[in-house]
């Protein structure tokens, strides 16, 4: 079964940076696509960034600010985030694919990202 488990969510200071982690279970995705969702409360859930063997892409609003990367050795994927504003407060979901091309056919629970003003 797969698992995915987000971590290092939390309070931050506008201008402030966060990592986020992302461990996977139950598969090795090293052969396949990751990415990061957010969703604030009455939106949609929304494109952060994705990585796959292609390459890596990203949201417009978080270009230049946000890096997605990945240790295949670990199954883990992170999001470093710097230049926080608080328009970046939303739950961050971590997300895997079932190919190497896709990135949301798996997700994690979420964990909270708060950018204070």
């Known amino acids: 079964q797969v698992q995915l488990v987000e971590s290092g969510g939390g309070l931050v200071q506008a201008g402030g940076s966060l990592r986020l982690s992302c461990a996977a279970s139950g598969r090795t995705f090293s052969n396949y696509g990751m990415g990061w969702f957010r969703q604030v409360p009455g939106k949609e859930r929304e494109f952060v960034a994705a990585?796959?063997?292609?390459?890596?892409s990203y949201a417009d609003s978080v270009k230049g600010k946000f890096t997605i990367s990945r240790d295949n050795a670990k199954n883990t994927v992170y999001l470093q985030m710097n230049k926080l504003k608080p328009e970046d407060t939303a739950v961050y979901y971590c997300?895997?694919?079932?190919?190497?091309?896709?990135?949301?056919?798996?997700w994690g629970q979420g964990t909270q990202v708060t950018v204070a003003s």
């Open positions: 997300a895997a694919g079932k190919s190497p091309l896709g990135y949301s056919d798996y």
């Open positions: 990585i796959r063997w292609s390459g890596t």
